[in-house]
């Protein structure tokens, strides 16, 4: 067994640009960082003979970035004919209206504020471009407007930042909501168990070929977390600062203030349930 396939969700390996999947092409930003891992992945999705495909995430506003993406459809045989966001944050979606201006595409959100075009987002859409089908899974919790993106013919799912392919997500609290967070993972999850889907296109990190394995992953880490916190509030540790520098002692501290905000969720879950 090698190292990749032993880690949660079985990762591919290097994240690269190119294609992944039968319908599913990576378009790599140049936005690494610790919270964005190699760069935001930009998925370029059509059907195998279509002229049409559909662009999800373009990712920071980056101009180079931008017409990469379109330049690399083009190459493809491909015109972009639609663009779909999986949530607000600006690595995945402040180039959205520059990209707009270059493709001549909509812009479809879940959220209003960042829809260029009549028709937003909703739960149990199915969005059909040359063929191609995506539905609509709303995922909140790591943002209030989080949407996934279910492939079936692929049976894939594009999570953005629900899941990554590598390490576990922010849950940005407090737009994000750990009770979401939580019934969103499991929504994944039944997919994996009654939709077959078998692997992860991420916002960020490598493809997963485990969805299941990943998700379940996911759903105990965040049990485990949540019993940590428990723990630290009950041994005195009041505030999210001091809860941070008591759990995740362990982790790197530039991340601790993204750590801080997923506390600060874990914190208002246990308030809300009367367990702190």
């Known amino acids: 067994m090698s190292y990749a396939s032993a880690l949660p969700g079985q990762p591919r390996g290097a994240v690269v640009s190119g294609p992944v999947t039968a319908r599913a092409v ?4 140049p936005n690494p960082s610790a919270m964005t891992l190699d760069g935001t992945n930009t998925w370029i999705v059509s ?14 506003l980056d101009d180079l970035h931008l017409r990469n993406v379109v330049a690399t459809a083009e190459k493809a045989g491909k015109r972009i ?56 899974v709303p995922t909140p919790g790591h943002t209030a407007d989080s949407l996934s ?5 692929d049976r894939a799912v594009l999570t953005g ?20 967070y939580l019934d969103s993972l499991r929504r994944l999850r039944s997919l994996t168990v009654d939709d077959g889907v078998h692997t992860v296109l991420p916002g960020h990190g490598p493809v997963l070929e485990d969805a ?43 991340l601790w203030p993204a750590a801080e905000l997923s506390v600060r969720a874990q914190m208002e879950y246990l308030r809300e ?4």
Do not use: C, M, W
């Open 26 to 29: 990576n378009v790599l930003a």
């Open 47 to 60: 059907e195998p003979d279509s002229e049409l495909a559909v662009v999800i995430d373009p990712g920071p």
């Open 161 to 180: 930042d629900t899941v990554l392919g590598r390490g576990t997500t922010v849950v940005a609290h407090p737009d994000g909501r750990l009770g979401d």
């Open 81 to 136: 004919a639609l663009t779909l966001l999986t949530h607000g944050h600006p690595d995945h979606a402040e180039g959205a209206g520059r990209f707009a201006e270059l493709t001549g595409t909509k812009v479809r959100a879940l959220d209003p504020a960042l829809r260029l075009g009549d028709e937003g987002l909703a739960a149990g859409d199915a969005i059909r471009v040359g063929g191609l089908e995506l539905r609509v």
């Open 212 to 254: 299941q394995g990943v998700v379940e992953y996911y759903l105990a880490h965040r049990a485990t977390r949540l019993a940590q916190v428990e723990t630290a509030v009950e041994n005195g540790h009041g505030t999210p600062a001091e809860v941070v520098a008591h759990v995740y002692a362990d982790v790197d501290r530039s």
């Open 273 to 276: 349930h009367g367990l702190i």
């Open 149 to 153: 993106f279910h492939l079936p013919a």
